[in-house]
């Protein structure tokens, strides 16, 4: 009997299969994107995400939860988009020689000491970096702006770098991306980048972004290293406050 009703379902399919039409039938594809859609459009519970990427989105979530010290929330006011391009657009004219231009610098010097004739390199103003060399630069006073990262890791490198700068009355900002510092000097990452001498036609532009960072990193530092950062609570301890309170005024 099932054998009999097997064999008719297979003859049935086979007819509708067999039908010449306009319209040819097609499988319907359950998976996420293609013919029945997922009820949500946000599929990220859907995803199996890195490793990496979920370590940063859980020590993102735990620095809302936690208070952070003054010291370390000092990293958090970062400058704003439009003046980190005004400067980052001043210290790409400052830039260091990439490695093909090194070499020929060398063999042009290489082959006039060959030929007898000896010619001194004309100095030409670059981008200091490297912590020990950028804080020695600030101790003697030499560095006229220094630009810190926010996300260098572990941040204790850095973390004194801003009262280094606020004591010796040396203008910095903290501005995000190690990565963006990194291009500056072509690495892929940099702490912190500073100049000493620029051309004489960057003076005038010089002043006026050592103004600003003065103005918004280094008049604000005495308030901002005594300010906590203020946690936020998840959805579901907000809430439970609230049911708290609620319950409290009753």
């Keep these: 009997m099932v054998k009999r009703s097997k064999n008719k379902l297979i ?3 086979t007819k509708i299969l067999n039908k010449e039409s306009l319209w040819k039938t097609t499988q319907k594809n359950y998976s996420t994107g293609n013919a029945i859609l997922p009820k949500t459009s946000k599929l990220g519970r859907m995803l199996r995400w890195p490793k990496y990427i979920c370590l940063q989105r859980q020590t993102r979530i735990l620095k809302q939860r936690l208070k952070i010290p003054p010291s370390i929330a000092i ?3 970062t400058a704003d988009k439009i ?10 004219k400052y830039q260091p020689l990439t490695r093909t231009e090194k070499k020929q610098r060398l063999k042009t010097l290489a082959e006039s000491k060959s030929k007898g004739v000896e010619i001194i390199p004309e100095y030409q103003h670059q981008i200091k970096y490297g912590l020990n060399h950028v804080t020695n630069l600030i101790q003697r006073k030499k560095a006229q702006i220094v630009l810190i ?68 990193f280094n008049d604000r530092f005495p308030k901002l290293r005594k300010q906590w950062s ?11 406050r609230t049911k708290e309170k609620l319950a409290k005024e009753s």
Aim: glycine share 6%; aromatic share 8%; proline share 3%.
């Design 149 to 216: 990262a926010h996300d260098v890791e572990p941040l204790e490198l850095v973390i004194w770098l801003p009262t280094l700068c606020y004591k010796m009355g040396i203008p910095f900002a903290i501005i995000k991306g190690k990565a963006l510092l990194g291009k500056l000097v072509r690495m892929k990452t940099a702490t912190c980048v500073s100049l000493t001498k620029v051309r004489e036609s960057d003076n005038h532009n010089l002043e006026t972004l050592k103004g600003r960072c003065k103005s918004q």
């Design 11 to 13: 003859k049935k399919d």
């Design 230 to 240: 203020k946690n936020v609570f998840g959805i579901k301890t907000e809430h439970r």
């Design 75 to 77: 990293f958090e006011n």
């Design 83 to 92: 003046f980190s391009r005004e400067v980052l657009k001043l210290f790409e």
